[in-house]
């Protein structure tokens, strides 16, 4: 009843709502793995913000990281971009969390 003593009309009715997480990130590590399995490493990979970004997710750390250390056994040009692009920052904020 509402506040007159009628009858609602109204239907309390909560939709369920179910979360599925995001395969985001497990897409991207695939396609990094696939980019470094095609040999193609001479050029700079589009994928390695998201695979340090990935580093941060304890989920994903280990594949994240198995395949970083692939990436940089291809030579001190691979150690030299990995820098660039921020590692120091991201390798902060794991040593935090440990």
Do not use: C
Not at 6 to 18: A, G, H, I, R
Not at 22 to 32: M, N, V
Not at 46 to 65: D, G, M, S, T
């Amino acid at each position: 009843t509402d506040y007159y003593g009628k009858k609602s009309l109204m239907v309390d009715v909560e939709p369920k709502l179910e979360w599925t997480p995001s395969k985001f990130f497990d897409e991207q590590l695939q396609a990094f793995e696939l980019w470094i399995n095609s040999g193609e490493v001479q050029k700079k990979p589009y994928h390695l913000p998201i695979v340090l970004q990935a580093l941060l997710n304890k989920q994903h750390r280990l594949k994240a990281l198995t395949l970083l250390a692939r990436y940089l056994d291809f030579g001190p040009w691979t150690v030299n971009y990995v820098l660039w692009v921020g590692f120091y920052s991201y390798f902060k904020v794991i040593l935090k969390q440990a």
